[in-house]
């Protein structure tokens, strides 16, 4: 057997436990636990039982031979994002790649029947703003806005989970699982800024499946720009550039003001000196941190993984039967697949 040291850091990372953490639940030394996470030993099955326990997963699952992988393009999100503790970005692609791992073990017994599928294309042939428009034609999105990209993504078989990530610095990660792309995005963003984020994961799944380039953030970027906000059908909406003008585009296309005027200043339809003008003025009325109208927003929630859930649950099998499936323990909080719990609310 092999790999049970880079799942067991994984999964600890995973759920933000340190080493002493993890001892403390499963009541075994600290050496003990750094042999295993270094593969120097196998824990014996009671150990191993504890172990599993404290991680929220099935023995089985904390024994199989997992391949652990990077997020897609994260030491440049992390270059970009320079003010963000590294520690906030290992436990996210840590819980990107449990979840990975897990509905990559539920996909061997359940299969998954996409109507489309995210292609991949390689960004030394083709440019962001190729693939984009070849993304839109393929899967036959209407002209103009993109509406409902939740529903978009996951009708070509994305996974997409959504948690607060205790910071507004980071924004979301992506792997593949199989032919299936893994999405983890903040669920603390704005409506907007999701759909920017969601747009920005996709430019990464299609151009660096593999391929490593120079600048992959910018070239997400123009990917997410262009697929969002085609140039062709947006470039007569500029006019004029004005803020109460951006308010207005901003309901029509579903992304956040300063993205439209970026998306502007990139089309060439303002100056410069407009740029520094539209920044001071969003600074003034305090819009560069909190933007007006996000509340009018439609929110934009995944269901893939809870429709999965219900599905299994309405062919017979038992909420334990689909977490054994999917490699959590009964009683995991990490589990998306459980039934929602229904709360009680006043009336």
């Known amino acids: ?106 996909f061997e017994d359940v299969s998954m029947r996409a109507e489309q599928f995210v292609p991949t294309f390689d960004p030394i042939d083709t440019t962001p703003v190729q693939a984009a428009l070849m993304v839109r034609a393929q899967w036959r999105l209407p002209v103009g806005p993109v509406r409902h990209l939740v529903r978009w993504l996951e009708a070509a078989g994305c996974v997409i989970l959504e948690e607060d990530f205790g910071t507004s610095r980071i924004d979301g990660l992506s792997q593949w699982i199989g032919d299936h792309p893994v999405l983890l995005v903040n669920s603390a963003a704005p409506v907007d800024r999701k759909r920017l984020t969601l747009a920005h994961e996709l430019g990464h799944l299609v151009l660096h499946n593999g391929i490593a380039t120079e600048d992959p953030e910018r070239e997400a970027n123009e990917f997410a720009a262009e697929f969002l906000m085609p140039a062709h059908v947006i470039k007569p909406d500029f006019r004029p550039v004005t803020l109460g003008h951006l308010r207005d585009l901003k309901r029509v296309w579903g992304v956040s003001m300063q993205a439209l005027f970026e998306r502007a200043h990139s089309l060439k339809q303002v100056s410069a000196t ?74």
């Open 1 to 106: 057997m092999s790999g049970i040291g880079d799942v067991l850091e994984t999964l600890r990372r995973a759920r933000g436990l340190t080493q002493t953490d993890l001892c403390a639940e499963a009541e075994i030394t600290q050496a003990a636990l750094s042999r295993y996470e270094n593969d120097q030993r196998m824990p014996e099955d009671d150990v191993l039982d504890r172990l599993a326990r404290s991680l929220g997963v099935s023995k089985r699952f904390s024994t199989r031979d997992h391949a652990v992988r990077g997020a897609l393009a994260v030491n440049a999100h992390m270059r970009r994002q320079r003010t963000t503790k590294a520690s906030a970005w290992r436990k996210l692609e840590a819980r990107l790649n449990a979840y990975r791992l897990h509905v990559s073990v539920l």
């Open 274 to 347: 407009d740029r520094t003008s539209f920044y001071k003025s969003m600074n003034a009325r305090g819009w560069k941190t909190t933007e007006p109208d996000g509340d009018l927003l439609a929110p934009e929630l995944p269901r893939l993984i809870t429709a999965i859930g219900d599905t299994l649950r309405a062919k017979g099998l038992s909420d334990g039967e689909i977490a054994e499936l999917a490699g959590f323990s009964e009683d995991s909080a990490d589990n998306p697949f459980a039934r929602p719990v229904r709360r009680l609310q006043a009336v």
